[in-house]
């Protein structure tokens, strides 16, 4: 029998406070997703998550809550607090004033502006701090922001639902879900958690993908539609230019037709143009720079195989998950990848496998990648 390390307290009150930020997820950019409890004689007495930017602060919302018992009582956070001017004061400064005696974070904040400013505010007015528990799940919870900092492009997350020999749609017959109820739903929990989510022209043609994220409750943070789509070819009467609420991206070649421009403008997209490195095959680091310009600091990538296979072949990619039916479809079917070019076991991308799980009849396979 192995013996199963026990929590610890910190860790405990670190875990309930990364299930708050998780509720955020996908709402606070170009801010972190944080969540923050104040615990006092082993009894939670505040608890908080930051909504979105521009709102209080995950330590705000808890000290609020938390009142007067905040004063001797320890603070629990995913992430470090903040010691700077920005849209809001700063956290550092409330914590004093609130008297907290102990501050636990997750993880130390990658921004230049942070970057264990607020832990040396905080320590020398004398509270102590702890950094570092549970850094893996608060680390995992901020990957766009982390990757958005140290790379200054967005997070490029690659999505793909696939039969048990790597393939995506049969060769012949109506194209249907290869996976099942469960998987889909965990596809569309994907969604919700990113800022973007982005298709090839090609996937836009032969589906006509809406491009929202299906849940059942009740508000759900809608994603932007993105497409890939070097001569503007997107019929202006596609599902994903049907939604108001959520403005899709265009991103076309700088010699796109201006009239199909024109038209797709009127039907309510930003078209953003973008250098191509091919004829009819655009840069995309490129298009990844115009996205961070239009504020997605997250990106789901869904299709099809050649969009897939250049973000691949580019390094782009910095985690993926791949849903697994157990059906094969054969050499004629469509391959998950394609055109990624001859590679060997050297060159070949490779990722680190971070988790494992099956959903229904299906599994869920999710590899960080590391991309450039």
């Not at 602060?57 to 629990?76: K, Q």
């Not at 299906?214 to 994903?240: S, Y």
């Not at 990538?301 to 897939?308: D, P």
Request: net charge positive; proline share 6%; with cysteine.
């Amino acid at each position: 029998m192995t013996a199963t390390r026990p929590v610890s307290t910190d860790e405990h009150w670190m875990k309930r406070a990364a299930a708050l930020a998780r509720r955020a997820e996908g709402q606070t950019t170009p801010n972190p997703p944080v969540g923050a409890i104040v615990v006092k004689d082993g009894i939670m007495r505040g608890a908080g998550f930051h909504h979105r930017a521009g709102e209080a602060h995950a330590e705000v919302i808890a000290l609020a809550a938390a009142g007067s018992e905040a004063i001797g009582a320890d603070l629990y956070v995913t992430l470090e607090p903040c010691a700077h001017y920005g849209r809001t004061p700063p956290c550092a400064g409330t914590i004093v004033d609130a008297g907290i005696r102990r501050v636990v974070a997750g993880m130390q904040d990658p921004n230049p502006l942070v970057n264990g400013k607020g832990f040396a505010f905080l320590t020398h007015a004398g509270i102590e701090v702890h950094s570092g528990v549970l850094a893996s799940v608060c680390g995992r919870l901020i990957e766009p922001y982390v990757v958005a900092m140290a790379k200054g492009r967005p997070y490029v997350h690659l999505k793909l639902a696939m039969s048990a020999d790597g393939r995506i749609a049969p060769a012949t017959g109506p194209a249907r879900w290869i996976t099942g109820r469960a998987a889909r739903r965990h596809a569309h929990r994907l969604r919700a958690r990113m800022d973007a989510v982005l298709v090839g022209i090609g996937t836009v043609q032969a589906d006509d993908p809406a491009l929202t994220a299906r849940l059942r409750k009740g508000h759900v943070a809608q994603p932007r539609p993105v497409v890939l789509d070097a001569e503007a070819r997107t019929p202006p009467e596609a599902r994903l230019l049907a939604d108001s609420a959520r403005t899709p991206i265009i991103l076309c070649g700088e010699n796109a037709p201006a009239d199909r421009i024109r038209t797709l403008e009127s039907a309510g997209a930003r078209v953003v143009p973008v250098a191509e490195r091919l004829p009819g095959l655009l840069n995309l680091s490129g298009a990844l720079d115009a996205l961070r310009r239009e504020g997605i600091q997250s990106v789901l990538v869904e299709g099809g195989a050649r969009v897939a296979a250049a973000f691949l072949a580019a390094g782009l990619v910095d985690r993926a998950t791949l849903f697994l039916a157990p059906v094969f479809l054969g050499d004629e079917a469509v391959a998950s990848v394609h055109n990624l070019g001859s590679v060997d076991l050297i060159s070949a991308p490779r990722g680190r496998l971070t988790a494992a799980r099956r959903l229904g009849s299906d599994a869920a396979i999710e590899m960080e990648l590391g991309g450039r």
